[in-house]
């Protein structure tokens, strides 16, 4: 699963970075590379397009990466107080205890 997860990222990147070089940064667009694109869809609709793409391809970036960080989140283990108390309680090494000292 996060095989898949990580190619679909993968693909939506570069997409990404195709869609944002298609766009002019003067509004032109990708209206102005093709002469046909103005005659079928006009500049307003082109470059609505390509806006929508880009933040559609953006989201779709953000929300698999926020999947795969809680499918793979590791939760952090307390110690319990129970082993902490026990742990004080022990008592201390006897070893020494009993032998005769000269």
């Known amino acids: 699963m996060g095989t898949l997860l990580t190619v679909l990222i993968i693909i939506a990147s570069v997409l990404l970075v195709l869609v944002v070089l298609m766009q002019n940064p003067k509004g032109g667009g990708l209206s102005t590379d093709f002469g046909s694109a103005h005659q079928m869809g006009g500049v307003k609709q082109t470059n609505d397009f390509i806006e929508k793409t ?40 006897n070893s020494g205890e009993g032998a005769v000292q000269e």
Do not use: K, N, R
Request: charged share 10%.
């Open 54 to 93: 880009t933040w559609s391809l953006a989201g779709v970036i953000a929300v698999l990466s926020i999947v795969m960080t809680l499918m793979y989140h590791e939760p952090v283990i307390v110690p319990q107080q129970d082993d902490a108390a026990t742990e004080q309680q022990a008592p201390a090494d």
